[in-house]
């Protein structure tokens, strides 16, 4: 059973940058897509970025398209999610989630993906 388990989140100001880890139990996980996920109070849980098994294909939600940079290292089974200029908006609980998934498909929804961490906070006052 693949493990996540996400660090890097904490309270920021506006314009700062984060990078959030997800270090991963299994160096199998070197085939598996890997994405970010936040969900904020009161709303649906959000797709934030994706990366495929060998990081050679990315996708990116709409909301922080341009401000931020998903990437991974498979010799340390952890992917990392850069985040700058950040908003107040972006004030959610970030969750890392992943699939077996030995291909350049990649999915943008909850669904597709097997595995999640618990997740760590951003919050990001103005």
């Known amino acids: 059973q693949l493990q996540l388990v996400e660090s890097g989140g904490g309270l920021v100001q506006a314009g700062d940058s984060l990078r959030l880890s997800c270090a991963a139990s299994e160096s199998t996980f070197r085939r598996y897509e890997a994405g970010w996920f936040r969900q904020a109070p009161g709303k649906e849980r959000e797709f934030v970025a994706t990366i495929n098994w060998s990081g050679g294909v990315v996708d990116y939600g709409d909301s922080v398209k341009g401000r931020c940079t998903i990437s991974r290292d498979n010799a340390r089974n952890t992917v990392y999610l850069q985040i700058n200029n950040l908003e107040p908006e972006d004030t959610a609980m970030y969750y890392c989630?992943?699939?077996?998934?030995?291909?350049?498909?990649?999915?943008?929804?909850?669904?597709?993906?097997?595995?999640w961490g618990q997740g760590t906070q951003v919050t990001v006052s103005s």
């Open positions: 989630a992943a699939v077996y998934r030995y291909s350049d498909y990649i999915g943008r929804s909850m669904w597709d993906y097997d595995y």
